[in-house]
């Protein structure tokens, strides 16, 4: 079945969000929130969906963590986790993450 409990975002971050911080996201550079849709079996969602993050205007910072949150800017982080290994988006590229990429389990 596929998770319909309304739009959820990943992002990506150069300092991880932990239990008690927010961490720190990447902005500016052409960088936003890209949406995502997941497929739900038991307690896990996995992604269906490719997840593309837009062409750098200028080098990002390193991600080091990514997180779905509930709102295209601001909002909620629902789960986070680091990357590994982590990313550097020079100038002109893109990150993609593909379809079955993204996991998600309760504990």
């Known amino acids: 079945q596929s998770y319909a409990a309304g739009n959820v975002y990943a992002a990506l971050y150069s300092v991880a969000p932990t239990e008690s911080t927010s961490g720190t996201e990447l902005s500016g ?4 929130r890209q949406q995502v849709t997941f497929t739900v079996s038991g307690g896990t969602a996995t992604s269906n969906v490719a997840v593309t993050f837009g062409a750098a205007s200028a080098t990002w910072s390193t991600a080091v963590a990514w997180a779905i949150c509930d709102a295209s800017s601001s909002g909620n982080i ?5 990357l590994s290994p982590t990313q550097t988006v020079l100038n002109g590229d893109s990150l993609t ?8 389990s309760m504990d």
Do not use: H
């Not at 550079?29 to 936003?32: E, V």
């Not at 993450?97 to 998600?104: E, K, N, P, Q, R």
């Open 97 to 104: 993450f593909a379809s079955g990429d993204i996991t998600v």
């Open 78 to 82: 629902l789960y986070y986790s680091t």
């Open 29 to 32: 550079s052409n960088y936003s």
